[in-house]
């Protein structure tokens, strides 16, 4: 019997020994040799379907390499793949739930004998460094093995969960919704796509799954790995396509039944207008999920241990160059201790090293161009808004390498309702702003119109049960860095313009993608 008791989550793998860097060494020449150069087509009813165009994967850190192509799904393909879907439906959503929580199991069986290989094919497809990689298919892993345990509690007719009436049985059943799509972001190409996916899967949805241009060949691999664990032809379709084509269709189309979206501010309202608008035809009101961006903050009063605050500040800000949702793009300091910490976290941040993620190195290259330019204009507005205490350049190489390098840049004195400390920049470059006190600290904290996650750095125990009711964010964090939510051990999702708070990882996220039938019987 699976139980959602047994669910622990992965270990990490500890990179300062010296056996599990050559196992990773040994991975990314196996990736090398085996999956770069690769080319992922569709799969649609359970068939490799091919395009004429393709989508191209280039290596941030080194643009001159191309990593991969996928297929890149037309509308007809995407028509296609719902129509496909719809077929799929009638028979999985009549499987036992144990039956299709099993397939997830095996899938995570197949990912953690395949793990470094996840890992290295992150490195080169979008410049992760060992650890950034391998916490991230640990996530993957901890998705399957999570939500496959909690789908467990929503099968058959439980009618413990209503109350008992007089002459009658009385009890809830939970539906799939039907075929939806999933849309997910480059920046946890493994794992948000495998979350995204198999979270309504387990309890009886299909699901297109579409996964963002700069990061095909990773899902593509777990798109294979799916396959590989039994997932029936058409439960799963994989759609590589470009968002504003198919994904676009695919969110207005009319027997799209729910949408799970992960990625900007920008497009998750987008899709959250058009999908509320009725196609004709269209006979129910579209679930719509969204996981969006954030400015996230971390306050250190005078009373932090600030040790232990530089050390959050450095892991929270520069984890993946920033290019994480819940990064701490905002630090934000009471003024008496405002020289200390700002000092302490300008002299670490200033010890990154700057890379490859193949080399391991603290700080790679952005993703892409565009992230590279919009970044390059913050940079370029950082003089004004503040003063720049490190980096400010992107230097576009590193090493001999061209690629979409930008050193990790700390601004001081930003003013709190600067465009640097409202916007979301999605990279290596953070906004120190100076509080006068503990409460201003607070007040800055919630003066954006983001809410995902945030921290407090403090041994002032009342503080910390004031930051508890009063900081509007999903994922509040004490004395440790804001980044890095367990699956199962910290549902993460936020608040405001940052999402629908659907808690990813948690104990109701699967409720989502299901309908309650209350039937009562007469005796
Ligand atoms: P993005 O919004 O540019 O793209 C996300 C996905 O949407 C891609 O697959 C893209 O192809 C697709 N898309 C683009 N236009 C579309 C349209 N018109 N219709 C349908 N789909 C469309 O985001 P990104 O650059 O890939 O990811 C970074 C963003 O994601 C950041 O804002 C980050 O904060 C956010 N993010 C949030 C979370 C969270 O859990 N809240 C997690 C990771 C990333």
Not at 13 to 37: H, M, P
Not at 345 to 374: C, I, P, W, Y
Not at 442 to 457: F, H, K, M, P, R
Not at 460 to 479: H, I, M, S, T
Request: hydrophobic share 40%; with cysteine.
């Amino acid at each position: 019997m699976l139980k959602i008791q047994d669910y622990r989550p992965q270990p990490f793998i500890d990179f300062t020994k010296a056996e599990n860097v050559q196992a990773y060494e040994a991975a990314l020449k196996k990736v090398r040799a085996e999956l770069v150069g690769k080319h992922y087509p569709m799969v649609i009813d359970g068939e490799r379907v091919d395009t004429a165009e393709k989508l191209t994967s280039l290596n941030p850190c080194d643009t001159s390499e191309v990593v991969g192509t996928t297929a890149k799904a037309t509308i007809e393909d995407a028509e296609r793949a719902l129509q496909g879907a719809w077929k799929a439906f009638e028979t999985w959503k009549t499987w036992d739930m144990d039956a299709r929580a099993r397939i997830l199991l095996k899938a995570s069986a197949k990912l953690k004998e395949r793990r470094l290989e996840a890992c290295a094919l992150m490195s080169i497809e979008v410049g992760k460094n060992y650890a950034e990689a391998d916490v991230e298919v640990a996530e993957a892993i901890d998705f399957l093995e999570y939500y496959a345990r909690s789908a467990m509690k929503y099968s058959g007719f439980g009618s413990s969960e209503t109350t008992w009436f007089e002459g009658e049985e009385n009890g809830l059943m939970s539906l799939p919704l039907g075929v939806g799509v999933s849309i997910s972001p480059w920046n946890f190409p493994c794992a948000i796509f495998v979350g995204m996916l198999a979270a309504p899967i387990v309890v009886g949805n299909c699901v297109i799954a579409k996964p963002a241009e700069d990061s095909g060949l990773i899902a593509g691999f777990i798109a294979d790995i799916m396959y590989e664990a039994g997932l029936p032809a058409g439960v799963l379709q994989f759609l590589p396509g470009v968002g504003k084509d198919v994904g676009e269709y695919l969110t207005t189309h009319a027997k799209t039944r729910f949408i799970t979206f992960t990625g900007s501010r920008a497009v998750g309202l987008h899709i959250n207008e058009v999908a509320a608008k009725v196609q004709p035809g269209q006979k129910w009101i579209k679930k719509v999920v969204l996981e969006l961006g954030g400015k996230d903050g971390m306050i250190v009063d005078e009373t932090a241990d600030l040790e232990v605050a530089i050390t959050a500040a450095v892991q929270g800000a520069f984890g993946f160059n920033g290019q994480k949702c819940s990064a701490m793009s905002r630090l934000i300091v009471v003024d008496a201790v405002y020289d200390d910490v700002v000092n302490g976290f300008v002299e670490r941040a200033g010890k990154l090293k700057m890379g490859t993620g193949e080399e391991n190195a603290n700080v790679t290259a952005v993703v892409n161009q565009m992230s590279f330019d919009k970044i390059k204009g913050y940079l370029e507005l950082a003089p004004q808004e503040g003063k720049v205490l490190l980096g400010g350049e992107a230097p576009g190489e590193c090493n001999g390498k061209q690629g979409y390098y930008i050193q990790a840049t700390i601004v001081g004195d930003v003013k709190r309702d600067a465009r640097m400390a409202q916007e979301e920049i999605f990279g290596p470059v953070i906004s120190v702003i100076r509080a006068k006190d503990w409460q201003d600290a607070l007040d800055i904290a919630n003066s954006t119109e983001y809410g995902l996650t945030g921290g407090v750095c403090s041994r002032d125990r009342a503080r910390l049960e004031q930051a508890r009711q009063e900081l509007e964010v999903g994922n509040l964090y004490f004395n440790r860095k804001i980044t890095g939510a367990i699956v199962g051990v910290q549902p993460f999702g936020g608040y405001n313009m940052s999402g629908t708070d659907s808690k990813a990882g948690g104990p109701d996220y699967l409720a989502y993608f299901m309908q309650l039938k209350t039937v009562t019987e007469r005796w």
